[in-house]
């Protein structure tokens, strides 16, 4: 019975089967031919195809030729519905490429042929962009738009085409000289690697020019005629997107130069070698917006014909198959000042370590001055330094004790040491015997007393410094900043020895010098200011801020000026009060002489390391008019000796 069973269920099998054969009219077989063709077109390699009228390799061959000009792009090829006539058919070949930022899509026809059993393409100029034509080949023409300027206050051009002039060595010009001697006296003229720089002159071809060095055009010391002394070498003018000076807030700003492999690799195809990107800065964040977009023209051409053959062919033998103009980039505006800009970067011209200065309008948020010095080697100290703040910290501590009820005259203990949990803490270095004893907390904060503000420690707990940073624009995200930037971190649980330390602007407390400016600011303008550096971000991201230990981050700070107490005008001007008293009766009175305005202000010297005595850092914040600004100078021992000097240098200057 099983065997009979067994028997008629194979009969029924062949039965459906011969009818399905019988049915099939070959589409099956045409629609796998025709997805098999675009997933070949799409990879640009037919060279396992079927293919009718032309061997395959030669179709193969023909197929790389058409489209070497696009490469490293590819298409995305999708077949359409196949119409069947019998043993041929016909399908619709839907191309898409990618074409730096520009988009070209067209469709071609393909011929399939059945032969026996199997479909075949039949191979045709056409089948590869419907208006080509037997013998032309596809060439590219890519036209780069000119960069956009970043510009300053009052629109003022940061970053704008200044002239330049690339050196290098022109080997369809060096004669019977030797390569490597020419490169070598290169080298040593404008100061490059002379080894890796002969080295690459005799790596390249004989028409190549080898470029050394670009040049700035104002001020250069290396002349024409010192150039062209060596065989070979010469002077290529141009022009180059630049800031006033080499130095001018180049940790702000960043450069322009020519896309490296890397940064070509990771564009994935939007950059090619010779195209001019944004490194560092704003001028890499918003890369896009600065750069615009490139034009793209793709012509049909004569295969064989070489450039300098067309160029001199007229009329011009191609023909324009796509194209889509360049469009400019849009100038990305910013709240800087050159003059207060270039102000601070002279100021801190002689300084060793890293340094920085900050100088923001309280009344807007604006920041008119990010400096770094020298000493930072290229760092944004301004704007991403994380330090301990030391003193200018008791900003902070101040009004946390007058939100828990004391004034700035209040009594507190200054004490020559204080001791918490087996830790002593102490008042700077020479701190004078007369301000000891029960003091004001304007005079202690005046003075700096350390150990009054630790002494205090129990009216306030850290969850209300916290707070009370918070309050005053420091340690939240900063939404209109447009740029990267640390704005402090205050952690709001502590006790012992680390909430004492964080009384004195120390433990984990950390500020950027921009940070503390934005607290003095908020002093200034009685209510927590939120600074701004970009005016027109665009589709960019704007005002990425950084934690203490991690990348930039949209959602781990509070949004200023969202606190959940924001400083309020009374509390700002009590603050006021005792900033002025620093000046005025506290170690800073040297900023009495400052014209204009009367200064407010308040030093800090953070220690930092494990020697012993300690390294410190010099910081000091003021607020002159509408004006807040932070000095800051790394293992520079007393804020009020080294960093109130050059305070006083800068707001004097500033008027």
């Known amino acids: 019975m099983g065997k009979t069973k067994n028997i008629v269920l194979g009969l029924a099998a062949l039965m459906i089967a011969g009818s399905l054969t019988a049915c099939d009219d070959g589409r099956s077989g045409a629609e796998g031919a025709a997805k098999q063709l675009a997933s070949s077109l799409a990879a640009l390699d037919v060279g396992s195809l079927a293919v009718d009228g032309k061997d ?42 990618k074409i730096g930022t520009a988009e070209w899509k067209y469709t071609s026809q393909a011929a399939l042929k059945k ?143 020519e896309a490296s492999a890397e940064q070509i690799q990771k564009a994935g195809g939007a950059f090619k070698a010779g195209d001019v990107v944004g490194t560092g800065g704003l001028e890499e964040q918003y890369d896009a917006q600065l750069r615009g977009q490139d034009g793209v023209s793709i012509k049909a051409r004569p295969q064989g014909m070489t450039d300098d053959q067309i160029k001199a062919a007229k009329p011009d033998p191609r023909r324009v198959l796509f194209a889509v103009d360049a469009k400019p980039g849009d100038p990305l505006k910013t709240t800087l000042d050159p003059r207060l800009q270039q102000l601070a970067e002279d100021t801190l011209a002689g300084v060793g370590p890293a340094s920085a200065i900050v100088a923001l309008r309280p009344s807007t948020g604006a920041v008119l001055a990010a400096a770094s010095g020298p000493g930072s080697n290229g760092y944004n100290t301004a704007m991403l330094g994380q330090y301990a703040p030391g003193s200018t910290f008791k900003i902070v501590d101040s009004l946390a004790l007058i939100r828990n009820g004391m004034t700035p005259d209040s009594k507190v203990e200054c004490t020559p040491t204080i001791t918490v949990d087996g830790r002593t803490f102490k008042n700077a270095e020479g701190y004078p015997e007369s301000s000891l004893g029960s003091v004001a907390l304007r005079d202690a904060f005046a003075h700096s007393c350390n150990t009054a503000f630790i002494s205090s ?4 707990s850290q969850a209300q410094l916290e707070s009370a940073a918070t309050s005053l624009g420091v340690a939240v995200q900063a939404p209109k900043l447009g740029a990267e930037a640390f704005l402090g ?14 009384m ?87 900023l009495a002489s400052v014209p204009g305005a009367p200064v407010g202000a308040k030093t800090g010297t953070a220690e930092f390391g494990n020697e012993n005595p300690p390294k410190t850092h010099a910081w000091i914040v003021a607020v002159h008019g509408d004006l807040a600004v932070a000095v800051f100078v790394e293992d520079g021992g007393l804020g009020a000796t080294t960093s109130g000097p050059l305070l006083k240098s800068f707001l004097t200057a500033a008027g």
């Open 457 to 460: 420690r129990d009216k306030v």
């Open 115 to 257: 032969s026996g059993d199997k479909w075949a393409v039949q191979w045709t100029t056409t089948l590869l962009e419907p208006d080509l034509k037997d013998g032309e080949v596809l060439d590219k023409t890519v036209t780069a738009p000119t960069r956009a300027e970043i510009l300053g206050a009052g629109d003022s051009k940061l970053v704008s085409y200044r002239p330049v002039v690339y050196v290098g060595i022109d080997k369809t010009t060096i004669g019977a000289a030797d390569p490597a001697a020419s490169a070598a006296k290169l080298a040593q003229l404008v100061g490059v690697d002379e080894a890796a720089y002969v080295k690459q002159v005799q790596a390249s071809g004989p028409q190549a020019f080898v470029s050394a060095i670009t040049l700035r055009q104002d001020g250069r010391t290396i002349t024409d005629q010192r150039i062209a002394a060596i065989p070979g070498a010469r002077g290529i003018p141009d022009s180059l997107p630049l800031a006033p000076t080499r130095t001018f807030a180049r940790a702000v700003l960043g450069t322009v130069a």
């Open 56 to 97: 395959a390799a030669a179709a193969n061959e023909q197929l790389k030729a058409v489209f070497a000009a696009l490469d490293p792009a590819k298409p995305s090829v999708e077949s359409g519905a196949v119409k069947l006539d019998g043993d041929k058919a016909s399908v619709p070949l839907n191309f898409t490429w």
């Open 489 to 502: 971190s205050v952690p709001g649980n502590a006790d012992g020895t680390e909430h004492a330390a964080s």
């Open 504 to 590: 004195i602007g120390q433990g984990k407390v950390l500020l950027s010098p921009l940070a503390a400016a934005i607290m003095a600011a908020s002093v200034a303008h009685g209510a927590p200011v939120s600074p701004q550096l970009v005016l027109n971000p665009g589709s960019v991201s704007a005002g990425a801020t950084t934690t203490a230990s991690g990348p930039p981050s949209s959602s781990a700070l509070p949004s200023a000026p969202a606190s959940d107490k924001p400083v309020t005008p009374a509390e700002a001007a009590a603050l006021g009060d005792m900033m002025r008293a620093v000046v005025t009766s506290g170690h800073a009175g040297f």
